[in-house]
């Protein structure tokens, strides 16, 4: 069953000052790791908010807007899409991933309830 990984922390973070190495090997380490077993789909780290744009549904219009869906301290920065054996497999590599204090990984199974092709 495929797991997606959603990683999310404080908006503000990170300054500047924040040396963003140490935490891009821990990601390469941990996509190196996944690959090599298998279970590595996809992953990515995701542009900031500034950039998003939404499409809503608006009495039967669809309205685009500027801006994420929601206002939120907190926002999505990056995502993996892991091919695991259970929801425990899923959330191993879910403790891999390098989160600052006060950030998280929302581990959610994929439904594929929607035909595809």
């Given at each position: 069953m495929q797991y997606m990984?959603?990683?999310h922390h404080d908006s503000a973070w990170p300054d500047s000052s924040v040396d963003m190495e140490p935490l891009f090997e821990q990601h390469?380490?941990?996509q190196?790791?996944?690959k090599s077993k298998g279970h590595f789909v996809a992953g990515d780290r995701l542009h900031g908010i500034e950039t998003a744009t939404t499409v809503r549904r608006r009495n039967d219009e669809l309205v685009v807007t500027d801006g994420?869906?929601?206002e939120s301290k907190e926002v999505f920065v990056g995502y993996y899409l892991m091919d695991c054996e259970n929801l425990d497999q899923a959330?191993?590599?879910a403790r891999m991933i390098p989160v600052p204090?006060?950030?998280g990984v929302e581990v959610r199974p994929v439904n594929y309830s929607v035909p595809r092709g």
């Amino acid at each position: 069953m495929q797991y997606m990984l959603l990683i999310h922390h404080d908006s503000a973070w990170p300054d500047s000052s924040v040396d963003m190495e140490p935490l891009f090997e821990q990601h390469r380490k941990l996509q190196k790791l996944s690959k090599s077993k298998g279970h590595f789909v996809a992953g990515d780290r995701l542009h900031g908010i500034e950039t998003a744009t939404t499409v809503r549904r608006r009495n039967d219009e669809l309205v685009v807007t500027d801006g994420p869906f929601a206002e939120s301290k907190e926002v999505f920065v990056g995502y993996y899409l892991m091919d695991c054996e259970n929801l425990d497999q899923a959330l191993e590599y879910a403790r891999m991933i390098p989160v600052p204090e006060g950030g998280g990984v929302e581990v959610r199974p994929v439904n594929y309830s929607v035909p595809r092709g």
